[in-house]
């Protein structure tokens, strides 16, 4: 499949960001979008259990970022369980996913507002506790999703299962090299909560081959330039450097980028996670080797319902929900469930 026919398969979904719907914000572009018919589990929208009634609900939803498309399609999950369940969702996170007091000022200036829930993916996972703490005192429930808060004081954590995901990056690795070779991995930043998980079960993951050695771990504060200068930075000092796990959507982009540039496409390995237009092109022109996908979009719809239920008391909600992760090559790109996965506003 040609890189242009991915791009135009992704224009058109993420095109659908801008319709107008049930949704407030500052600083990012607002939209809305109804829940797809596919099943859910590969990025489509689950079914909903008739939560609609009551009053029309404010749910505050806080990224740690939302410019990267990751952060779009968990919005377009929150606003597709918004328009079934009767609920407003107002929109809004830092510029930057290092900005830990924007998120936090952003979160106190909902809870001002007087809204009925919040849905966040803390920046921090120990800043955001008492934040956390202070909402529930003044009886306003917390959903975390992604990224969640160490202790969790949250009602429900929603999000991939990140250790388990990046050892499945590990296995990948370790066949992709042979079980031997030089590793370096590209994290994003110390003391979030997916950036550990990532980093621990990918290093725990590639003890399963102890001819790969890792030669580093590096933070880029997910700038895929800095990234990419860390990447330059490795290459120069490993120039046998046979892989690298790059552990989001701004470590592979940044990663993939200068093994293109140094004509090192397939030569190191580059194993990554989550599936923006820009990887899926690598990985189409084998810059990128595979990408553990998430399923965003179930994350956004499924904080959203949370919030709902809890607000209407319409029965317990699990304290943990795993959003589940995928494998995906060039080989099973276009298998019809890892489709969907990839595409989920696709009709």
């Known amino acids: ?190 003391g979030a909560g997916t950036s550990d998980e990532r980093e621990k079960g990918f290093l725990q993951g590639i003890k399963e081959f102890p001819g790969i050695e890792i030669v580093g771990v590096e933070y880029t504060d997910s700038d895929s330039a800095k990234a990419a200068d860390k990447m330059e930075t490795l290459l120069t000092q490993h120039s046998d450097l046979a892989g690298v796990f790059a552990s989001n959507e701004p470590n592979v982009v940044g990663a993939a980028g200068v093994l293109d540039t140094r004509k090192l496409v397939g030569k190191v390995k580059l194993v990554g996670f989550d599936a923006s237009k820009s990887e899926l092109e690598f990985l189409e022109k084998g810059a990128v080797q595979a990408i553990v996908v998430q399923d965003p979009f179930k994350m956004g719809y499924e904080g959203v319902k949370a919030i709902a239920r809890i607000v209407r008391g319409e029965g317990t909600v699990d304290k943990r929900i795993d959003t589940g992760a995928t494998v995906v090559r060039k080989d099973n790109m276009t298998d019809t469930k890892i489709h969907k996965l990839l595409f989920p506003l696709e009709k």
């Open 1 to 190: 499949m040609s890189r242009l026919r991915w791009g135009l398969m992704l224009a058109a979904p993420l095109a659908m960001f801008a319709l107008a719907g049930c949704v407030q914000e500052t600083g990012s572009d607002s939209g809305s979008q109804p829940a797809p018919g596919a099943t859910s589990g590969t990025g489509a929208a689950p079914t909903s259990s008739g939560a609609a009634s009551g009053k029309r609900l404010k749910v505050a939803v806080v990224p740690k970022g939302t410019t990267h498309e990751f952060w779009q399609t968990i919005k377009a999950g929150a606003e597709a369980a918004a328009s079934e369940l009767n609920c407003e969702v107002l929109w809004n996170g830092p510029k930057a996913e290092t900005n830990i007091q924007d998120q936090i000022d952003i979160i106190n200036g909902y809870a001002s507002q007087g809204v009925d829930g919040v849905v966040m993916a803390a920046t921090d996972k120990n800043a955001l506790v008492k934040t956390v703490e202070d909402l529930e005192a003044k009886k306003i429930p917390v959903v975390t999703i992604d990224s969640g808060i160490d202790p969790d004081k949250s009602r429900s954590f929603i999000a991939t299962d990140n250790v388990a995901a990046a050892a499945l990056a590990a296995t990948e690795m370790g066949k992709l090299l042979g079980g031997k070779g030089k590793v370096a991995v590209l994290s994003f930043l110390k």
